[in-house]
């Protein structure tokens, strides 16, 4: 991968203090995904997650079928969760990270750049995993971990990577066949 280590760094302490406030608010809540979002620009990062709790109320607001298409979009698209950008104001150190960096970048050399994001971002998730972070009281099991960016077409490819280095095939399969990949 072609990761910063420092951006690496930043994005993996701003989901870790991201997700302590979020569990602090919300310690009953059963979390089942796990995901980092961008822009095609590569301008910000963010952390979003889905517990079982906030999903059941997603499909009750709307009202939706689980099993339906839209229901299993609120269940594995980002862009649909409650707790979407959650813990923004943990990044604003990211986004300057980012804005120094792309203050040095050229036409030529933004497509370099969006890849370091991308595999900081990527790397940040690995690491999160390793260390065991996004858990239920300690139990990282069922949880699934991806990677988004939100209006590109290299979406896929990031769902795909991501989701393939972090989780199970079975928990792939089914994030892949709502999200694509």
Known sequence: MASDSTLT???YTAS?????EWRESHPTEQVFAFALSTLDDACYVNANLNSVESHQRRLAERPLDASSPLGLDTKWGPWEW???YTGQAHFAEVDDRLAQMSEEVS???FPAFRVTVF?????ALVDLRENAIITNHGDQSGIVMFATIYDSF???TMH???AELLNPADATEELLSVIGG
């Open 107 to 109: 036409d030529d050399s």
């Open 119 to 123: 595999d900081s971002m990527l790397q």
């Open 154 to 156: 290299d979406a896929d």
């Open 160 to 162: 795909r990577k991501s």
């Open 16 to 20: 870790v203090r991201a997700f302590e």
């Open 82 to 84: 409650e707790y979407e």
């Open 9 to 11: 760094q930043l994005i």
